[in-house]
């Protein structure tokens, strides 16, 4: 007779989860949550990754740099920040290179005044000018 009523006792709780459907999509319902939470967004690392930056900067963002035009006094440090996802990009001109790269900055000093054109090799419809002056 115990036997019969263990066995009675293990089929209700086999059965629990399929009698109570709500019950079932509620654990379902919270691991989804649970997981999805764990991932978080994509917002908050890039704005950790982004370095603090005082000084003259050009963004790296939507495939192009902005602003396209800055002007800058000799002696000015410009970083460039790179704010475009995934997609990889670099900074080049007659004077400097940046690594390619899909976050993170690069920096260069202007030591002479003059018109510094520079492009993404990667998209060479991607340009900028850097105007230094005295």
Do not use: K
């Amino acid at each position: 007779m115990r036997l019969t009523q263990r066995s009675t006792v293990s089929q209700q709780h086999r059965g629990l989860a399929f009698t109570h459907p709500h019950l079932t999509l509620a654990v379902l319902a919270g691991l989804v949550a649970l997981v999805l939470s764990a991932c978080g967004s994509g917002e908050a690392s890039t704005a950790a990754a982004e370095p603090d930056v005082d000084g003259p900067t050009v963004t790296i963002e939507d495939l192009a740099f902005a602003p396209e035009t800055l002007a800058v006094e000799t002696g000015d440090t410009v970083t460039w920040v790179w704010n475009d996802g995934a997609i990889d990009h670099d900074v080049a001109g007659d004077d400097f290179q940046s690594e390619v790269m899909s976050e993170g900055s690069f920096s260069h000093t202007f030591e002479e005044p003059g018109t510094y054109d520079y492009v993404c090799t990667l998209h060479p419809n991607m340009t900028g000018t850097i105007e230094v002056t005295e």
